[in-house]
């Protein structure tokens, strides 16, 4: 029985998808809302990458990309001293660094970051 138990416990826990593998894909960042109470649609311009290796997003005028530190059931951690980007001079009036390291919520398909800046809402694209 404990034989049972046990070979059947291994089972479940190897068929566990891991955290990484549910965050990966395309996202679309559809809005933003500030600590501050502010709430930035970002109108489609915002597209973020995540692979097993790293994220990278384009914010509409700049590519960024970073390494994953760690990702668990509820935390995404970004190498932000690696982080590297183009560097296009942009100008527009919510022009803002987004960070996409902080405590995640996944529901479906709309992923919700939550860190100092606010709260980020990434849709998955298809």
Not at 46 to 51: A, C, G, K, L
Not at 105 to 112: R, V
Request: positive net charge; aromatic residues 10%.
């Amino acid at each position: 029985m404990k034989t049972t138990l046990l070979l059947f416990s291994l089972f479940l826990f190897s068929y566990r998808q891991a955290p990484i593998d549910k965050l990966v894909g395309k996202w679309q960042l559809q809005k933003i809302e500030m600590k501050s109470g502010k709430i930035l649609h970002r109108d489609g311009f915002d597209f973020v990458n995540i692979s097993k290796d790293g994220i990278s997003f384009y914010n509409g005028c700049n590519t960024c990309g970073t390494r994953i530190i760690s990702i668990d059931d509820t935390c995404i951690i970004l190498d932000e001293a690696k982080e590297a980007c183009t560097m296009r001079y942009c100008v527009g009036p919510d022009l803002i660094t987004i960070n996409y390291s902080g405590k995640y919520e996944l529901h479906d398909s709309l992923l919700i970051i939550t860190n100092a800046i606010g709260k980020e809402y990434l849709k998955r694209q298809k």
